[in-house]
Nanobody
């Protein structure tokens, strides 16, 4: 059973930081591109950031550039993706989802991602 399990969400004040984690299991994610999306209440699920298999290529949404950093750690047993979020504001309040796709091209389109986690809530209070 393929699983992407997010953690690290919570309540934070404006200007604060959070680090989200996504642990992949259930199949080999060798070669997978990993990404973060987010969905605010009443809005569509939007791309946040993505990272290549090697970690050498990253792509960010304009809203994330300069504030968020995506990274990944691969070991024989684990494949974990992180999203470090700094300088948070109320517009960052959303459910954050981890996603995975195979192929060489990093995509910002949610319908190109095959695997999804259950999401973790991030709430930024003023």
């Amino acid at each position: 059973q393929v699983q992407l399990i997010e953690s690290g969400g919570g309540l934070v004040q404006t200007g604060g930081s959070l680090r989200l984690s996504c642990a992949a299991s259930g199949r080999s994610f060798d070669g997978a591109i990993m990404a973060w999306f987010r969905q605010a209440p009443g809005k569509e699920r939007d791309f946040v950031a993505a990272i290549s298999w090697s970690g050498g290529r990253t792509v960010y949404a304009d809203s994330a550039k300069g504030r968020f950093t995506i990274s990944r750690v691969r070991t024989n047993a684990k494949n974990t993706v992180y999203l470090q979020m700094n300088s948070l504001n109320s517009e960052d309040t959303a459910v954050y989802y981890c996603a995975a796709k195979f192929g060489v091209r990093i995509s910002t389109l949610r319908n190109e991602y095959e695997y999804w986690g259950q999401g973790t809530q991030v709430t930024v209070s003023s």
